[in-house]
């Protein structure tokens, strides 16, 4: 069955780096759109990142255009966010997701596969 595994979080001071990695297995990794959510306590799930099956076509949320970068390795069926300059807001459970179409999107409910999400916790 298709597993999305997410790993690298963690607890980070304010200004400091992480990076995520979702290794995904059962799915034809490179005919997948894989995106980045993120959510807090007490909030909904918002988009952080996502980008398309060919690398090349990636887009951000707002809040995090300029720090994060989403990237793939399809020989490797992973994708990662490496995350720079965090701040105590970035503080959630950032999850992967998975899409059967060529480019992301920032609807959670058009995702297909999900993994079970990796706590960052952004320290002031």
């Known amino acids: 069955q298709v597993q999305l595994v997410e790993s690298g979080g963690g607890l980070v001071q304010t200004g400091g780096s992480l990076r995520l990695s979702c290794a995904a297995s059962g799915l034809a990794f490179s005919s997948y759109a894989m995106g980045w959510f993120r959510q807090a306590p007490g909030k909904e799930r918002e988009f952080v990142a996502a980008?398309?099956?060919?690398?090349?076509?990636?887009y951000y949320a707002d809040s995090v255009k300029g720090r994060f970068t989403i990237s793939r390795d399809n020989a490797k069926n992973t994708v990662y966010l490496q995350m720079n300059s965090l701040k105590p807001e970035d503080t959630a459970v950032y999850y992967c997701?998975?899409?059967?179409?060529?480019?992301?999107?920032?609807?959670?409910?058009?995702?297909?596969?999900w993994g079970q999400g990796t706590q960052v916790t952004v320290s002031s």
């Open positions: 997701a998975a899409r059967r179409v060529y480019g992301g999107t920032a609807y959670a409910s058009e995702y297909d596969y």
């Open positions: 980008i398309s099956r060919s690398v090349g076509n990636t």
